[in-house]
């Protein structure tokens, strides 16, 4: 189906024989006005972007300004009729973003998505080609789950520029973050944003892990370095705020990371799990300042990292803990939107706790969505120990569907789809990135 609210037309369409007789004579004028509606958007949209389609299908998106706004009570309606329908196994599936292994839809890809009826996906550079061979590999998902009248997926990357990039060497390269606070050209942030996602769209993505808002102020973090913005908060402020609105001015939904800040550690959470020794004024006094800023604006997800921080929770890292997650950003910091974890696969996890036990604990603290970006023995330990939760009421039916409710308004937000993203036009993309970044 083309998004949320087409799959939610099918599901009640299917919903009575009565409403199937009453909506004949309805349907018959709706769907020439909603396709024409349809049209009309993706028209709009293309002009806007100023698409570009060459004699190869090829396209190349501009960049356009935001047209994000707050959820309305329409979209929030449509939203729990569709959560009302869905089975606890399909509102499992939208908790649960993950990796594959390979650059092609396999039928262990496919089994995944049937299976476990996933939300999303995230791809690694393992998986990552050339730009046709990626395309592909996005549309192929896309088709599976149009074919199945499946809920859109979240199609994800970590998508950051300088060493933390993803795309394929065909698209022109783009400098660390870490560099941008040397550039004193007015919205040269908000640009580098745009390149992102322009670049992240005409391949076929709607979601990249970033930007970075923790603070490069330890010279011995092996982890952080030129992905950060800047050494203090103002620095990442003034420019994480600024790319995080320039990807999401091209309909790329972001993920700031890694609260509460992942700075100040000389220990790289993918291998084991960092210790930060701050009371939690001097955590409000640097570290948090990013993210409290970015929450000032429209932030998509917030991803927690792996990090213990006895201040807060002497037990569990943030992404486990309730204190950290429902506690400090949820409720001291007002934030309600979605929450994912960093990937549980990381040795910060995996070293010290059962993955299975690490993602229903995670759950449990307030996270929305879980990442296991490797290993199908791990992927299949999360799925059971969650459905093993569910039923036994360790995670509630509320508590599940507060969180897909989240899921769903942030998808009919971005108007996630099945359709086909057009070959992209490599010289053209790149020829505006560099005008951008010039």
């Known amino acids: 189906m083309d998004n949320l609210q087409s799959y939610l037309l099918l599901l009640t369409k299917r919903s009575t024989v009565f409403c199937l007789l009453c909506l004949v004579i309805i349907t018959t004028t709706s769907c020439s006005t909603t396709n024409d509606r349809d049209y009309n958007n993706k028209t709009e949209q293309h002009t806007n972007n100023q698409t570009v389609e060459t004699e190869k299908n090829e396209a190349t998106p501009q960049p356009t300004e935001n047209t994000m706004i707050p959820n309305d009570n329409a979209a929030s309606s449509s939203v729990d009729k569709l959560l009302a329908s869905l089975t606890t196994e399909q509102k499992i599936g939208q ?50 789950q149009h074919t199945n009248n499946a809920i859109p997926l979240w199609l994800g990357v970590d998508q950051e520029g300088g060493k933390v990039s993803r795309l394929p060497k065909q698209l022109s390269a783009l400098p660390e973050p870490g560099t941008l606070v040397n550039n004193d050209k007015p919205d040269y942030a908000t640009n580098f944003g745009q390149a992102i996602g322009l670049q992240l769209q005409a391949v076929g993505f709607n979601l990249t892990f970033a930007p970075v808002l923790d603070i490069n102020s330890n010279p011995n973090n092996p982890v952080i370095g030129m992905r950060a913005f800047g ?139 879980i990442l296991v970006g490797h290993q199908p023995k791990l992927q299949r330990k999360v799925v059971q120990a969650i459905n093993e939760a569910v039923t036994e009421g360790r995670i509630s039916k509320e508590r599940l569907d507060e969180s897909v409710k989240r899921i769903l308004l942030l998808k009919e937000k971005y108007k996630l789809d099945n359709e086909q993203t057009p070959m992209p036009n490599i010289e053209s993309i790149n020829k505006t990135v560099n005008e951008l970044l010039q």
């Open 95 to 144: 908790l649960l973003l993950f990796g594959i292994d390979n650059q092609t839809v396999t039928k262990q890809t496919i089994s995944m998505l049937q299976s476990y009826h996933l939300g999303g996906i995230i791809l690694y550079k393992r998986n990552i080609d050339t730009v046709k061979q990626t395309n592909t590999l996005l549309n192929e998902m896309k088709d599976w």
């Open 231 to 369: 050494t203090t908060p103002d620095q990442v402020i003034d420019h994480g705020i600024a790319v995080m609105q320039g990807i999401q001015s091209q309909q790329i939904a972001t993920s700031i990371k890694h609260f509460p800040g992942h700075g100040d550690t000389s220990v790289d959470s993918h291998l084991d799990l960092p210790l930060i020794e701050k009371s939690l004024v001097e955590l409000e006094n640097f570290e948090l300042q990013p993210f409290a800023a970015a929450l000032e604006h429209y932030v998509d997800m917030v991803m927690i990292g792996h990090l213990l921080i006895p201040a807060i929770d002497d037990t569990y890292p943030a992404s486990m803990s309730t204190a950290a997650i429902t506690g400090l950003l949820r409720d001291k910091m007002n934030y309600d939107g979605v929450v994912i974890s960093d990937d549980m696969t990381m040795g910060g996890i995996t070293d010290h706790w059962n993955i299975g036990e690490a993602a229903v604990q995670s759950l449990i603290a307030g996270t929305d969505i």
